[in-house]
């Protein structure tokens, strides 16, 4: 089942990819086609925060996940790198995990 | 920064410039090596193997999607939430293969591989390069993301298959934190704010009612306000 959606996704990315460059311009020209594309990103990672750090099974649930996504806030606040941040949010994790 | 389209009259790049572009498009990659590792290692902890891991970046080659496929599957959800979650992510390629396809126009086999290096950083290079050099800079900048992305996550999926449990080492919370760390610079006003803080609020309420993956599709309802608000 891993595979399938591997594979879907990869199909459709590519497709999503090659509309745009196949399709004359004007067909994607709509205001509201093009905010949606630009807006959706924005919705869905933030859907994906939350969840990847708050959700349990069919639960919310606070635990070492969002110490340290607060950690992983933090170093971005700082304008720390990506690596950077998602070692902090690990590390910190782990540590309260160990004690 | 958005360039007038291109005119004769523009004076041809130097090599100066040319030089420019092609080490801004190394540095790119180096840095979304960055991004390639933690994707390895959140492929591995999601339940992926290295292989399908790895096939990902190989095939799919769009970040914020990869992410969000290897998210939603390992925590539960369907095949059929975490193809749709990639996919909606994946629309904004379409949008820049638009722009793209006047900027840099491609025809035959070449279309083909273009369109799979057409991601926000390719793009971003291609509009900021200096005049003439649109090309140059998709071209580099997507060919150094695609080797340095696919050789970061065989390191990273190989490192955390190696590691042992995900839960110890904290490589759970640190995919949280990576979906944050694409989110914020695209928080660039109070509108996308809002839109990013209805979206988590809207996972977060639809979790206990909904099998894991919907509540991040069921979050893009966020989007509909501002749409209709511009409406004319």
Partial sequence: MIWAAVLAASAGGFALKLAGWSVPARWLAGERLQRAALLLPVALLAALVAVQAFAGDRALVLDARAAGLAVGALLLVLRAPFLLVVVGAAVTAAVLRAV | MRRPALTAALPPPTAQQRRGVLRDALGIGVAVGAYGLSFGAAGITAGLSTLQTCALSLL?????????????????????????????????????????????????????????????????????????????????????????????????????????????????????????????????????????????????????????????LLAGLAVVPLLVGRRR
């Fill in chain 2, 60 to 216: 799919l080659f769009t970040g914020a999607s990869q992410f969000a496929l290897v998210g939603v599957l390992g925590a539960g959800g369907s095949a059929v939430a975490a193809v749709a979650s990639a996919l909606l992510l994946g629309t904004r390629n379409t949008l820049y293969a638009v722009r793209l396809s006047s900027l840099v126009p491609q025809a035959g086999p070449r279309r083909l591989v273009a369109a799979q290096l057409t991601i926000d950083e390719s793009t971003a290079m291609a509009i900021a390069a200096p005049p003439g050099l649109a090309a140059t800079g998709f071209w580099s900048t997507g060919a150094s993301i695609y080797v340095l992305w696919n050789l970061a996550t065989l390191l990273g999926a190989v490192g955390a298959a190696r590691l042992g449990d995900p839960g110890v080492l904290g490589l759970d919370a640190a995919v949280p934190a990576a979906f944050l760390a694409l989110l914020w610079p695209q928080l660039r006003d109070r509108g996308l704010v809002a839109v990013a803080v209805a979206g988590g609020l809207i996972a977060l309420v639809a979790v206990p009612f909904v099998p894991a993956g919907v509540p991040v």
